[in-house]
């Protein structure tokens, strides 16, 4: 599930950047650099309910209450009268859960829409830049669990979400820049709340822009 829908993503990402690539003006509205980034993160996570049932299941006292994940994603940078600094884009994030002592794994997916600000606009002599960004989209959850004896099962589960993050990014060429994020995710994908990945975000990335 998770790799198909990457794929087609990524693929409507890389059919957009052909069409937009190029600085175009309308009018007031014009389009001004195109970014694409990707990184590494630790998220935390609220799993307690899913780990009482865990637990009570196959009594095994193992709790998670972060992991790494990784994400990648682009944006858009646009002229809209005064709000130059203003962008939109999309973004994908995945985080993985797995047990040591039992064969279940739980994994998490975010497809967004994302919004960021410049706010290091505001500074002439800042030499990097500092994003406001939200976005929001669905998150789609999957349970395996191999651990019965009637064999595999897996379920899906989706659900909406939204994240605020604030970004840095510094300059080592006019293309390639660096930098890290922190920021506040809610992705509750199971509709009783049994699965929530509902955390705090920590990483680095690696950007390009065009």
């Not at 590494?40 to 009570?56: D, P, R």
């Amino acid at each position: 599930m998770g790799k198909k829908l990457i794929f087609v993503f990524f693929l409507c990402f890389l059919i957009i950047s052909v069409f937009i690539i190029k600085p175009v003006e309308v009018n007031a509205y014009r389009l001004i650099s195109l970014d694409f980034y990707s990184g590494g993160n630790y998220n935390t996570y609220n799993l307690s309910v899913f780990e009482e049932w865990v637990n009570n299941s196959y009594g095994v006292e193992e709790k998670f209450n972060g992991g790494f994940g990784y994400y990648f994603g682009t944006r858009q940078w646009v002229g809209i009268g005064r709000l130059e600094n203003l962008a939109f884009g999309g973004e994908i994030e995945l985080m993985n859960v797995s047990y040591s002592e039992i064969d279940v794994s739980l994994s998490n997916m975010g497809i967004l829409l994302t919004a960021a600000y410049r706010l290091s606009g505001m500074f002439d002599d800042f030499r990097g830049e500092i994003l406001l960004i939200g976005a929001g989209g669905i998150y789609l959850a999957n349970l395996v669990d191999e651990e019965l004896d009637i064999g595999r099962i897996e379920e899906n589960y989706l659900g909406p979400g939204f994240k605020i993050v604030l970004e840095s990014s510094f300059p080592l060429t006019q293309q390639l820049s660096i930098g890290g994020r922190g920021g506040y995710r809610f992705s509750q994908p199971h509709s009783e709340g049994d699965i929530n990945f509902s955390g705090f975000e920590v990483g680095l990335k690696v950007e390009l822009s065009f």
